[in-house]
């Protein structure tokens, strides 16, 4: 199965000179958050592919233009063709924006997914904005992970974790691949395509 993961960035290849050729192979889409509405609804238009996605902290908007034809995973859990898909936007809280948390808020929320996540026997894919905890994060407060992703990651083993947020344009030690314990790690900035059942995902990822 081939993942397109899009986040913070509005891709000019996929808006601005699009080509539906460009879409042909995509399964599915994955956002991680920070992006136009009108990106999302644009991208679920153009391709046979559903668009999945979950609040970044600058997605207040989201409330009164939700991106049509897309199905929000924000705070729970969604199973495509056999692939449990777990959704936790937002980021650290450093204002009195939307979509932000402090680390026991964010704890709670996925503590509220525990029977889900029993029923479920677990995930394959956290989607997230916000990267984990000293994982590809930022030391300031707006753009420092949270500590419960890699707690969820450490006691269910997901396959792959797909975050935003931290924009690969900050410095040249942000990284679009990383791996922690078994999970593969992907910075789904601007746009980024890989395949799911790949034995090796990290020679398989496509990006700007």
């Known amino acids: ?25 995509v399964d599915l889409i994955i956002s991680c958050g920070d992006l136009d509405p009108y990106y999302l609804s644009f991208l679920v238009t153009m391709t046979t592919a559903p668009v999945l996605y979950v609040h970044g902290n600058h997605d207040g908007r989201y409330q009164s233009i939700p991106p049509e034809g897309c199905t929000c995973i924000d705070g729970r859990i969604y199973d495509y063709q056999g692939i449990r898909i777990l959704g936790l936007g937002g980021s650290m809280r450093y204002s009195e924006g939307t979509h932000q948390y402090t680390e026991w808020q964010m704890r709670q929320r996925a503590a509220k997914l525990r ?38 990651m450490e006691k269910y083993k997901p396959k792959f974790f797909l975050h935003g947020h931290v924009h690969m344009t900050y410095s040249r ?10 999970t593969h790690v992907i910075n789904a900035f601007e746009r980024c395509v890989f395949e799911y059942d790949a034995k090796e995902p990290k020679e398989t990822i496509w990006a700007p």
Do not use: C
């Open 1 to 25: 199965m081939k993942i397109l993961a899009v986040s913070d960035v509005e891709s000019k290849y996929l808006w601005e000179y699009f080509d539906k050729s460009k879409l042909k192979d």
């Open 115 to 152: 029977f889900r996540l029993f029923q479920k026997r677990g995930f394959d894919i956290l989607v997230t904005h916000s990267p984990a905890y000293q994982l590809n994060d930022g030391r300031d407060l707006p753009h420092q992970g949270f500590q419960v992703f890699r707690t969820l």
């Open 173 to 182: 030690q942000q990284k679009r691949y990383d791996k922690y314990q078994e």
